[in-house]
């Protein structure tokens, strides 16, 4: 008989997360049974369950790789030398997050995704642990990245790294959640509106 290969291994467990992302994005996890997987895939039981235990490990695996294509996306961002500022830096990230490169979705799809799978870590420890390893990892390393904005004169000394680090996050973050919700978020509005944020001063006291 003769051996599956590795590469045909590969292509049939993302053929799987694929499909089942794409059910997930549309009915939510709740929604969604493993029947509606096995229909979208085209796959039998017998096929599924040889990759995943049932929908719990579906989705464990889903939000592993949704976080990490985030996660990624800050950490290159944040390997550029010098780095740019943040209206350009989270502009990239933002684009690249929602590049639709994961599971095949539209930028929309993958955004009602990722929500989906934050607000699911609000009942199950195993996602909650992932994300919070993420997060950790992020904030690591934006907070070095802030610091280079130091070291580079562009940012005045008395600042929290970290604080500046999680609220660059935070927008991100909030972005995504707006392309999920009402769409038409695109990359050049997050970079126009955080420089025009950028480029307010004080008043003066008259």
Known sequence: MARVSQEHLD???????DG??????RSGFHGTSMQDVLKEVGLSAGAVYRYFSGKEDIIAAITEETFAAIRDAFEEAGRVVPPPTPDVLLSSVLGRVLSGELHGLDRRTFAALAVQLWSET?????LAAQLDEGYATMRTAWTGLVEAYRDAGLLDGDVVADHMARTMIATAQGFIVQEALFGDVRPEVLED???GLMSMSPQKPS
């Open 11 to 17: 292509a049939r467990r993302r053929q799987i997360l």
């Open 193 to 195: 509106g955080l420089r």
């Open 20 to 25: 089942a992302a794409r059910c997930f994005a």
């Open 122 to 126: 609000l009942r199950d420890r195993r």
